[in-house]
């Protein structure tokens, strides 16, 4: 194994998915921009990686993470992929303006194992089609602090490790500024790589990617024979995570916006954030992207299309299964795991044991969330101080009236109240206890895209500033600090005009 290291970028440095070769990888070079500058690096997830405190101060380092400057030990590399687009085969795609750096293996004692590092918005690529291979700085910085406010959830996700920015100009609707994100995962692998081969008769390619998932032990595969069992356990392990990843979006307003088969990890992470939100005011058929127009992708869509986006993934292991009874067999454990993941998440939120009654109730209290497009992170973090706060005597609400007067205060919520009162009772002597739990799973701050606005707009005037605050509140979403009410609060009129499209 070739592996190397880098005095300033003190890691070991290998080929990751790299090495499979030209046929998955083109070898390729970043363009190079001038006059880059740090915008943020998180310092969190260097930490974790084992990195020393002033690794980017080091001389070089902003050309290996916004110029792509090759690392001693791994080549940079564009992947190739396909996918299905808003329901519709796309043919090949691949990274258009993402580049692999490597793989970087941790120092004895990291908290986080190996990880792909990969550059957006390095410039062209074999695969960019008509794009310029570039990101603007307000899609880039949106995608940075999200990506962390969903680890900071505790969400399976994509990390981002820095953002920088250069005053080349990048044209969207009018210039705009550049920026690169340095992402990390295990692996960028996509259902759409599988897609790719599979629509290509390329079944050799296909065994080649299954061995590497298992040898790299990307999803942790049970022993089988290679062939057609391994390739049913990993559909299986991708329907189980997958199934995860929807509970977990569900459970916290997430739309994600653009659910194409391409951008879809196989490991189950959350992965290429654009025009996706959370949600504001409860609205269960809510659209986030303005460019679906028909509503493909609205949030409680997500679910649904991902199990479909799974049949393009059992589709596209076909060649290597060749057993459709097995593989539908497989696909159609999705909507039970759901479920039962919806089950355990809801429960949480509403401090019950998972149970049909606590599902039907945590169901009843987002339809009266919804009756007044309630603010969703609020009502749920308003129920769990309302908990928390209790006396415990069930002729008791006062705790409870805020919450009450937010979702209609009527024979509806009063109904609710009385049954969700009688199952705390039934499961706890302490509501102090579990209202406090129930603020470990309700945050208090979420990415709302008005919170991003402002720090966008902020940047877009030479001051990051805001960038941190939001990187630091929503790197620990759960615990209140004192001064930020105003980042927990409901999304100010002004949020609606907001539009989040494709363009990025
Ligand atoms: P997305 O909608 O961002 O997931 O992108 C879909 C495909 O278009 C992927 O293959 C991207 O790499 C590619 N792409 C998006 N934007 C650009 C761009 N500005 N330049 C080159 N390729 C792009
Ligand atoms: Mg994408």
Not at 6 to 35: E, S, V
Not at 122 to 132: E, H, L, N, V
Not at 135 to 143: D, H, K, M, Y
Request: net charge negative.
């Amino acid at each position: 194994m070739d592996v190397s290291h880098n005095p300033a970028l003190p890691l070991t440095w290998r080929d990751g998915y790299a090495r499979l070769g030209p046929t998955f990888a083109t070898p390729w070079q970043a363009t190079p921009m001038t006059d880059l500058q740090w915008v943020s690096v998180n310092h969190r997830l260097a930490q974790d990686l084992g990195l020393p405190h002033d690794w980017y101060q080091r001389p070089g380092m902003l050309d290996v993470l916004g110029n792509g400057q090759p690392l001693p030990g791994a080549s940079t590399v564009a992947t190739v992929y396909s996918g299905h687009q808003f329901g519709v085969w796309a043919g090949q795609l691949g990274d258009g303006r993402a580049l692999l750096l490597g793989e970087s293996l941790p120092p004895p004692g990291a908290a986080l194992g190996p990880q792909e590092w990969q550059l957006k918005g390095a410039g062209r690529t074999p695969y960019s089609r008509m794009g310029d291979g570039r990101a603007v700085l307000r899609s880039s910085i949106r995608e940075y602090l999200c990506s962390e406010a969903m680890h900071g959830l505790g969400i399976p996700t994509t990390r981002a490790l820095s953002l920088v920015s250069s005053p080349t100009p990048v044209f969207r609707e009018e210039p705009e500024t550049a920026a690169v994100v340095a992402r990390l995962a295990p692996s960028f692998l996509r259902f759409g790589h599988f897609e790719h081969f599979a629509s290509r008769d390329n079944v050799q390619a296909l065994e080649q990617l299954i061995d590497y998932v298992d040898a790299e032990n990307f999803l942790a595969l049970p022993r089988t024979q290679p062939g057609r069992e391994r390739a049913l356990a990993l559909l299986d392990v991708v329907v189980q995570r997958t199934a995860s990843l929807m509970a977990q979006w569900q459970s916290v307003g997430f739309c994600h916006g653009v659910m194409n088969t391409d951008n879809m990890s196989l490991l189950g992470l959350t992965l290429d954030y654009g025009p996706f939100q959370f949600m504001d005011g409860y609205h269960p058929g809510h659209i986030c992207n303005h460019s679906d127009h028909h509503g493909r992708y609205a949030f409680d869509q997500q679910p649904r299309v991902a199990h479909w986006n799974l049949f393009c993934l059992g589709q596209a292991l076909m060649p290597v299964v060749d057993d459709v009874q097995a593989t539908v067999e497989v696909l159609n454990t999705f909507t039970a795991r759901y479920e039962q993941a919806w089950g355990v998440q809801v429960a949480r939120k509403l401090g019950l044991p998972a149970s049909a009654s606590a599902t039907t109730l945590g169901d009843a209290f987002l339809a009266l969330m919804a009756r007044q497009q309630a603010d969703h992170t609020g009502a749920w973090r308003g129920l769990s101080h309302a908990v928390r706060d209790w006396s415990g005597r069930s002729d008791d609400t006062t705790s409870f009236a805020e919450l009450g007067h937010q979702l209609g205060a009527d024979d509806a919520w009063d109904r609710w109240l009385s049954d969700y009162l009688q199952a705390v009772l039934q499961t706890t002597s302490s509501p102090a206890a579990c209202g406090e739990a129930m603020r470990r799973v309700n945050p208090a701050y979420v990415l709302h895209n008005h919170l991003g606005e402002i720090a966008i707009r902020r940047a877009q005037e030479g001051d990051f500033s805001e960038i941190e605050t939001l990187l630091s509140l929503l790197s620990d979403p759960y615990d209140d600090r004192p001064g930020f009410d105003a980042y927990a609060a409901p999304a100010p009129p002004w949020a609606q005009s907001i539009a989040i499209s494709c363009s990025s």
